[in-house]
């Protein structure tokens, strides 16, 4: 398990939709000493920790080792207990927001953490910002902060990991690499860039690199289950899938509560052709769910069973059950996702009206709940690049134009990557409406060409021009696996679909 743009936001747990990924990048592996007055004593190159308890630092370190692990659910009761014997433990505070099972723990542990900010070392009150800022969308501050601990610390492996998670989310895949081999170069048994280091290489296309690394992470924690877990989605990445799904039991055989080995089997029975029994290991992680952000993922993952199947309906059915739990909960935010994914279900099933009227819905919501400013702008944003996308759907490309134009000046000024790329997204969609397929091309080629559906339209955009081979690539990319994100079940039916088109022996001239 690792730490699609055009699948817009995500909770810390669902890594397919953007609002709720406030970008963390796993804050609490920080530093390493405690002191019992509450001056902080630093080890050697070292970010410090901040605690006047002994026995909550202890808590706190299991609760690092098991989130390091990925494991995050069982790390979070060690921080709850950290704060009970501490309630000033600042970093303890951020260990909460980072492995909260929903966003108003989340917010509400970050807004602890900040508030005690000015009373720790510059290290852990920069990490604490760090937290703030992806709350705030400010992800160039969040850079900053990061690039000064790791230059002030620099031997601190989890200060140059942090540094290498923000790269590799930022998709600059050789510098993370390098911050991940220095992690590495100053403590060869820390765990945790080994699991980055594969993917970043795996994104690059060195699998057989990323193949030994997660070997090797294997070999350095075999009794975790998140390095098989990792393997297994590089063998799913390579078509694998019987390998991936015996990689997948050998990780549940270690911890059955592993959320993402259930996600991953369900995968590789989608594309061994085996939905009904995908559905059947989406199912168990619904049931071994130990709090709601799990519960929503099952719900998640069997509305891509559906969606990848095209049918519509089942989708939206298990989206109901999913929305019907951040009702319970009095969660805006994620209720705000959930409407926003049940509108690209609707779009995806030529039903643009619904789809508007759900945004709306969605934007409605969010406008009520307790964010930051940040995030609300951030949501105001989003809400054109979906209403830009649905009246394309709609076929009204004037004010599809004028959306993607307005799209594009507000996201300008806030150098955000992710969103400069959404950007380069809806002009390449909106020119490939317009019967410009070499605008289009280029102006997808500057998205995020990891996303499936970016690689489906590129695709079509190839096809277009008359590029048979180029669409047939393309169309290989997009069905192929790079973890799990709901663009893939958006895109590889149609991507197939496409494909066996483009590669059908002609027809006999009769």
Not at 247 to 273: C, E, M, Q, R, T
Request: hydrophobic letters at 40%; a negative charge.
């Amino acid at each position: 398990m690792a730490a699609g743009e055009l699948c817009r936001r995500g909770t810390q747990v669902d890594t397919t939709r953007r609002r709720q990924t406030l970008p963390l990048i796993a804050l609490v592996t920080l530093g390493l000493v405690a002191c019992a007055d509450r001056k902080p004593v630093p080890g050697p190159g070292r970010i410090p920790i901040t605690t006047s308890s002994k026995e909550a630092l202890e808590e706190y370190l299991v609760g690092r080792d098991l989130v390091e692990k990925l494991r995050a659910t069982e790390g979070h009761a060690h921080f709850v207990k950290a704060v009970q014997l501490d309630p000033e433990f600042a970093l303890a505070h951020l260990g909460l927001a980072n492995t909260a099972p929903g966003p108003v723990e989340f917010f509400a542990s970050v807004q602890k953490a900040v508030a005690l900010a000015d009373r720790v070392s510059p290290g852990e009150a920069n990490m604490i910002r760090v937290a703030e800022a992806g709350a705030n969308s400010k992800p160039l501050e969040q850079r900053r902060l990061l690039e000064a601990n790791a230059a002030a610390y620099p031997g601190d492996e989890r200060a140059q990991t942090q540094l290498g998670n923000f790269l590799f989310n930022s998709g600059e895949w050789e510098a993370a690499i390098a911050a991940y081999k220095k992690a590495i170069a100053i403590d060869p048994k820390f765990s945790a860039p080994y699991n980055q280091l594969g993917y970043a290489l795996r994104h690059l296309g060195r699998t057989d690199e990323a193949e030994k690394v997660f070997r090797a992470y294997t070999e350095l924690i075999p009794d975790e289950p998140n390095p098989y877990d990792s393997y297994a989605e590089l063998l799913l990445h390579l078509g694998r899938n019987e390998e991936a799904i015996t990689a997948y039991k050998k990780a549940l055989d270690i911890n059955p509560n592993f959320p993402s080995a259930y996600v991953g089997i369900g995968h590789a029975l989608i594309f061994l052709g085996r939905p009904d029994e995908a559905r059947k290991a989406f199912t168990k992680l619904r049931f071994i769910a130990r709090n709601d952000g799990e519960a929503r993922q099952a719900y998640l993952w069997l509305a891509a069973s559906y969606l990848y199947e095209g049918d519509y309906d089942g989708a939206i059915a298990e989206l109901e059950r999913r929305i019907e739990i951040a009702r319970k909960s009095r969660d805006r935010l994620s209720l705000s996702s959930d409407f926003e994914l049940l509108a690209e279900v609707l779009l995806e099933a030529n039903r643009p009206s619904e789809a508007q009227a759900k945004l709306d819905e969605s934007l409605a919501i969010l406008e009520q709940a307790e964010v930051t400013e940040g995030l609300r702008e951030t949501n105001r944003i989003d809400y054109l690049f979906d209403s830009a996308r649905v009246a394309i759907g709609r076929g009204d490309l004037e004010a599809a134009t004028r959306l993607a134009e307005d799209f594009r000046t507000r996201t300008a000024a806030r150098h955000i990557p992710q969103e400069e790329r959404l950007s380069h997204a809806l002009q390449g969609l909106l020119a490939l409406a317009k019967g410009d397929p070499k605008t289009a091309i280029a102006e997808l080629e500057k998205s995020d060409r990891e996303d499936p559906r970016v690689r489906l339209f590129i695709a079509r955009a190839r096809a277009a021009l008359g590029d048979r081979e180029g669409a047939i690539a393309a169309c290989r990319q997009a069905v192929q696996f790079t973890g799990p994100d709901l663009s893939l079940a958006f895109a590889r039916r149609h991507a197939l679909a496409l494909l066996a088109q483009l590669t059908a022996p002609p027809q006999p001239v009769l």
